[in-house]
């Protein structure tokens, strides 16, 4: 599998999902409110499965600035929830890959700006 080809379609077709401002492979450091909403690609581990198959374990970060949250904490879960699905229907396969959804874990309130969940997805190819 070309690994950085999989992660260039899946970020391009993560960026296309309505209401996202920023898209890219990495999480870098100095993001603004001006980036957000995000989403992050995020390889962590290439291995192989056999012979003729890799695996790519991938998280992929997204969030909101939490001046969002103009109608509470609640809407701003409601709108990451609705932003995970969105990213599992925009990323469950590809050309010469296929993509499975492994889990996804929230900052639990820990950031003073921004609220951030994490989906972690294994890619196949």
């Known amino acids: 599998m070309d690994y950085f080809a999989a992660l260039g379609q899946l970020r391009d077709k993560l960026a296309t999902i309505s209401g996202v ?3 890219a492979i990495g999480l870098e ?6 980036d957000y909403p995000i989403i992050r690609l995020v390889p962590t581990r290439f291995s192989r499965i056999d012979k003729e198959r890799e695996r790519m374990e991938l998280t992929v970060y997204f969030g ?4 969002e949250a103009d109608q509470g904490l609640t809407a701003v879960y409601e709108q990451l929830i609705s932003l995970e699905s969105a990213i599992k229907d925009a990323i469950h396969f590809g050309e010469g890959y296929s993509v499975m959804f492994v ?3 929230t900052d639990e309130d820990r950031l003073d700006h921004y609220k951030l969940f994490a989906s972690r997805f294994q890619v196949v190819g």
């Open 29 to 34: 450091t100095g993001l603004s409110p001006d």
């Open 21 to 23: 401002n920023t898209c």
């Open 64 to 67: 909101v600035p939490l001046t």
């Open 103 to 105: 889990d996804t874990i």
